[in-house]
């Protein structure tokens, strides 16, 4: 099975949006480069994201690892679960107490499962040998709190927020990481990924 690694941009104090679901200036480093994240098998840029060269590398060998992705509802919902195509992986997963909207997708194999540890043991099915990536937020701070999740990976934008969404949600106990492993400064953004210590 693969690896499943906690994932999100948050703003130096932690917060994955404002108190209104704004990221401000959090997505700005996806657009602030020339070099696109994700290619066709053509080498023809696929999706509007383009970012510096330093975060290149680390950035396109992530996205490229991902089989799977699990969103909670709340995402869902504002992203319209990313159209049944999320930006990287070829699977989602929803957590979420409420069944799949009426309409949505329907020709979309995209599972509404209401329990975290159900939904990551699906996405690991889906994932395969492949990397399952947790959005960061309410359901990721759960996973966290369960002991589901093998790293955490946060593109820190520097900007302070003072309050909001917090990157961890609602979680309120003690985990030890490791050192990052991996630290990679952008433009405008620093990239760091922890293992979480067992």
């Known amino acids: 099975m693969g690896t499943v690694i906690m994932h ?3 703003s130096l104090d932690g917060f994955i949006a404002d108190e209104n679901d704004d990221v401000g200036p959090l997505f700005e480093w996806y657009f602030n480069g020339d070099t696109p994240i994700v290619e066709d098998a053509q080498g023809e840029a696929h999706g509007p994201f383009r970012i510096s060269r330093r975060s290149h590398e680390y950035v396109s060998a992530m996205w490229g690892s991902i089989g799977a992705t699990i969103q909670g509802r709340h995402l869902f919902d504002l992203t319209n679960g990313w159209e049944a195509d999320p930006p990287a992986g070829e699977h989602l997963v929803v957590v979420s107490h409420r069944p799949k909207p009426e309409g949505w997708h329907p020709e979309a194999d995209v599972p509404f499962v209401d329990d975290v540890t159900a939904a990551v043991e699906e996405a690991k099915q889906r994932a395969g040998d492949r990397v399952v990536a947790l959005c960061a937020g309410n359901v990721g701070g759960q996973a ?3 002991g589901l999740v093998d790293e955490v990976a946060i593109d820190v934008v ?3 927020f003072g309050k909001g969404k917090r990157y961890f949600g609602p979680v309120d106990s003690q985990t030890l990481l490791e050192d990052p ?5 952008g433009d405008r953004v620093l990239h760091l990924r922890y293992r979480v210590r067992r």
């Open 144 to 146: 966290l709190a369960l």
């Open 8 to 10: 999100a941009v948050a």
């Open 158 to 160: 520097p900007v302070v």
């Open 181 to 185: 492993y991996v630290v990679i400064p």
